[in-house]
């Protein structure tokens, strides 16, 4: 389908498959991360910033003020109850406002202010007394198009002159008729029907682009093209700023097509360590022998709160039944839900509604609960092959202890096979973990 903006169609990954079924879907994982997403995620490492002309002078800005923004922008920004700029903010927003204007690649992980800092710019960009499109956005989909325009919509609140529109799947108007729209956001199928088909958009006048999550975007070959034709429509003089929460060198290669003689920042992820968690293993020797173990754990233990992670939905479906049987207020988070219904859930969770969350590795990918406390590998993380899967373990268990906090992890044995497994992890990261008589559970107090 030409026209259509939101491509079903996606790259096979090599024929891998998530043990649960489900495929994971970068789009959903960022929407989710977005809808549960409250406050800015703190990282302790120093912005990396190359300066496409290094003999420039380099700005940073400690207060939105510095920036000399319209009054009515610089309120909109403090009714939002943003204080001061983000880190990344701090270098990006000087850069992305200069004069002559500059091209920038952003790189830094979702929750830490990209999306509010491009927001600003294009607010700050427009000229509101020329009624015809001057800022471009593209996303990789409908939803993540929305979301966007919310923060837009917000900061611009106090800016009525400044007009919004969405190039989105559904949104249609008559041929050549165009936009008077200062703004436009869009995925990238429509934007480009809207830029040459049906001549909304004069591609020659806009002199703002932006191109957000451009590692979600390449995960689609239609997006990535469809992108690529939308910069080559605009004019060597149009400003284009690249923001990606990863940066793989298949985002950097993209990235080098769209933007040319790029400013870079880059802001690392903080890392997830197991220096402050204390590993455990339980041996037992089936799931319902599992599942005593679990309550006795859960029992004996003035635990805050716990994640449980099974292998398949399955797995992850029974357990939360019969914890649910045994009294404990229970959250399944499951491959089959909306990512709204996600939302919902983790949202519950994270208001302490449930003590316990279950859920499988698919699901849980790439989002933060950070309070968790608790631990549990209900079945251990392996990869295809049935090896131990080093880098989930961390990821699952590593979200518990974070900034400095203690944190516990247990995991079932339940047969040598996950023994071996047990060691092959506890070789990996050369930590010890140590066995827990679950009717004695002294040893982690
Ligand atoms: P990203 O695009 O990198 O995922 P966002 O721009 O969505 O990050 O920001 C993450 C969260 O932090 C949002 O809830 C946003 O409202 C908030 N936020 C962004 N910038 C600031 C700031 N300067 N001060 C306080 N909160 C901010």
């Keep these: 389908d030409i026209n259509g903006n939101i491509v079903t169609q996606r790259p ?4 891998w498959k998530a043990p649960d079924g489900d495929k994971p879907d970068l789009a959903e994982q960022s929407l989710l991360n977005k809808l549960i997403r409250r406050s800015l995620v703190r990282s302790r490492h120093q912005v990396e910033v190359l300066q496409a002309d290094p003999t420039s002078p380099l700005y940073s800005v400690k207060t ?24 990344i903010q701090e270098n990006a927003l000087p850069m992305m406002m200069a004069q002559p204007p500059q091209n920038l690649i952003a790189q830094s992980q979702s929750g830490t202010g990209k999306t509010a800092a491009f927001s600003l710019a294009m607010l700050s960009h427009v000229n509101p007394a020329n009624t015809w499109t001057q800022c471009l956005c593209i996303a990789p ?3 993540l198009a929305l979301q966007i325009g919310q923060v837009i919509e917000q900061m611009g609140k106090f800016c009525p002159d400044v007009k919004l529109a969405y190039a989105i799947r ?11 729209e200062q703004i436009v956001i869009g995925t990238p199928g429509t934007v ?5 088909k049906y001549k909304h958009i004069d591609p020659k006048k806009i002199t703002l682009f932006v191109l957000d999550e451009a590692d979600v975007m390449i995960d689609t070959q239609g997006h990535r093209d469809q992108s690529i034709r939308i910069y080559r429509l605009l004019t060597r003089a149009c400003q284009m700023l690249l923001f990606s929460a990863t940066f793989e060198d298949s985002v950097w290669r993209f990235a080098e097509l769209v933007v040319p003689d790029p400013n870079i920042i880059r802001l690392k992820r903080e890392e ?6 204390k590993q455990f293993y339980v041996l037992c020797k089936e799931k319902e022998d599992k599942f005593t173990a679990l309550c006795n754990l859960y029992g004996s233990l003035t635990i805050a709160q716990a994640m449980i992670f099974c292998h398949t939905r399955k797995m992850a479906a029974w357990l939360s039944t019969h914890l649910i049987k045994e009294g404990h207020q229970v959250a399944l988070l ?4 909306t990512v709204e219904q996600r939302a919902c859930v983790i949202e519950r969770f994270r208001n302490g509604k449930e003590k316990v969350l279950v859920t499988t590795n698919v699901c849980s990918r790439g989002i933060d609960v950070e309070q968790v406390s608790l631990v549990v590998n209900f079945d251990l993380p392996v990869d295809m092959d049935g090896n131990a899967d080093n880098e ?15 944190g516990f992890a247990v995991t079932m044995v339940d047969s040598e096979r996950s023994m071996g497994i047990i060691n092959q992890i506890e070789m990996h990261f050369n930590r010890r973990i140590t066995k827990l008589d679950p009717s004695n559970l002294e040893e982690m107090e």
């Design 392 to 406: 989930t373990y961390l990821h699952r268990i590593g979200r518990t202890g974070r900034f400095g906090r203690r």
């Design 272 to 277: 997830e360590t197991l220096d402050t968690i």
């Design 334 to 337: 499951s491959g089959e839900m």
């Design 170 to 180: 559904g949104n249609r108007m008559e041929r050549g008729v165009k936009l008077e």
């Design 192 to 196: 480009l029907d809207w830029c040459s």
């Design 12 to 15: 096979d990954n090599g024929g």
């Design 64 to 87: 939105f003020e510095e920036l000399r923004l319209k009054p009515e922008l610089l309120k909109g920004v403090y009714n939002m109850g943003f204080n001061r700029p983000s880190r």
């Design 141 to 143: 989909t409908y939803e």
